[in-house]
């Protein structure tokens, strides 16, 4: 995996939370079901998706969603065809990170819950 995809600041929560994303339809599929939708990913294939998602969201961040996917295969480690295996559209990829992105911030949300009412008590 690449440095930058490493050094992002939100990696773990990110990790943390990909196994619970819903994502629904299309080639939004659930990130523990293959391509079929009925058998789990295998373990290469669940960080390939997740290494895709933090490139996409690094490259979205800095460069918008226009960017080159290429792009986003070469910061992932991936080759095209595994990328475009996972999201077959721009828009399927977005939708996936915004998804994360939404579910990061609802677990920032509720570790800052629990770390004020920890400093309450």
């Known amino acids: 995996m690449n440095a930058a995809v490493v ?4 990696i773990n929560m990110l ?10 339809g299309g080639d939004r599929m659930a990130l523990d079901q293959g391509a079929g939708g009925s058998r789990p990913l295998r373990a290469d294939a669940r960080r390939n998706r997740d290494a895709i998602l933090l490139a996409a969201r690094g490259i979205f961040e800095t460069e918008g969603v226009l960017a080159l996917l290429d792009g986003i295969a070469i910061r992932a ?3 095209t065809a595994t990328l475009y295996r996972d999201f077959p559209t721009r828009e399927g990829l977005l939708a996936a990170v915004m998804d994360s ?7 920032q ?3 800052l819950e629990h770390s004020s009412r920890a400093a309450l008590a």
């Open 101 to 107: 992105s939404i579910i990061i911030a609802q677990a």
């Open 77 to 79: 480690g991936v080759g």
């Open 7 to 10: 050094a992002n600041p939100s």
């Open 109 to 111: 949300a509720v570790g």
């Open 15 to 24: 990790k943390s939370v990909l196994p619970f994303l819903n994502l629904k």
